[in-house]
């Protein structure tokens, strides 16, 4: 049984400093590309940013230069570390995990989903 359960989502101000983490069980985790994503009230799932088997890694526009993921394959865990949030970082983000090596941005390509963790970013 696959599961990905979060971890790291809390209220925050903006300028702070957050980190998410994801841990993973059932899967052959350095076979598996990984991913974040978010999801604000009344607004569609969007990529955040992606880590492939190798390690190479991508970021949605919105948060390159002040995140980095990575991932502990030994751990299987997925890490998300975000830097200056602003209020516009606030959402549900998602840890999800993807049946290919190949990272992707797209939510539809990714297999397996974690329930979400809550950050929210004060003014």
């Known amino acids: 049984q696959v599961q990905l359960v979060e971890s790291g989502g809390r209220l925050v101000q903006a300028g702070d400093s957050l980190r998410l983490s994801c841990a993973a069980s059932?899967?052959?985790?350095?076979?598996?590309?990984l991913g974040w994503f978010r999801q604000a009230p009344g607004k569609e799932r969007e990529f955040v940013a992606a880590?492939?088997?190798?390690?190479?890694?991508y970021y949605a526009d919105s948060v390159k230069g002040r995140s980095t993921i990575s991932r502990d394959n030994a751990k299987m865990t997925v890490d998300l570390q975000m830097n200056s949030l602003v209020p516009e970082d606030t959402a549900v983000y998602y840890c999800?995990?993807?049946?290919?090596?190949?990272?992707?941005?797209?939510?539809?390509?990714?297999?397996?989903w974690g329930q979400g963790t809550q950050v929210t970013v004060s003014s």
């Open positions: 059932g899967i052959t985790f350095n076979g598996y590309a």
């Open positions: 999800a995990a993807r049946r290919s090596p190949v990272a992707k941005t797209l939510a539809v390509e990714y297999d397996y």
């Open positions: 880590i492939n088997w190798l390690s190479s890694t």
